[in-house]
């Protein structure tokens, strides 16, 4: 599976990816608003693709999403996954063996490890072979 993050709603920007491109909608800056989320998770089924919200579980189940994604920076260990439904998949991410282990204690089933390569935004990065040693 592939996945694109998204901090907005551009429904012209999802039709042109690929039909196998889960959407992960991440926007930390605002609230979430129901109607956007609902038109995101519209416009996700009319493709058949996959969409999870970032950083709460709660409104992800109660919407009726396909999943939940978890950042680095959650790390609350008290995920009562009794709600999740038959196929709800929990995925997150980690840059470190620390994080890792708390992602695996959140009952995370797919996690992102990144970044691998230095870029603008992040001084700090893996580089391939501490990628390579986390992911094994």
Request: proline letters at 1%; one cysteine or more.
């Amino acid at each position: 599976m592939f996945f694109s993050f998204i901090s907005n709603f551009k429904e012209e920007h999802i039709r042109k990816l690929d039909k196998k491109v889960a959407i992960i909608y991440r926007n930390y800056s605002i609230n979430y608003n129901k109607k956007i989320i609902l038109n995101i998770k519209n416009t996700c089924k009319k493709d058949g693709r996959k969409f999870f919200l970032s950083n709460n579980i709660n409104l992800a189940i109660n919407l009726g999403l396909d999943g939940a994604y978890l950042p680095s920076f959650n790390k609350k260990l008290n995920i009562n996954k009794s709600n999740f439904k038959k196929k709800f998949l929990l995925i997150g991410s980690a840059h470190c063996k620390n994080e890792i282990k708390v992602k695996e204690k959140q009952g995370v089933e797919l996690i992102f490890l990144s970044p691998i390569f230095k870029t603008k935004k992040n001084k700090k990065f893996l580089d391939i072979v501490k990628f390579n040693l986390l992911a094994s």
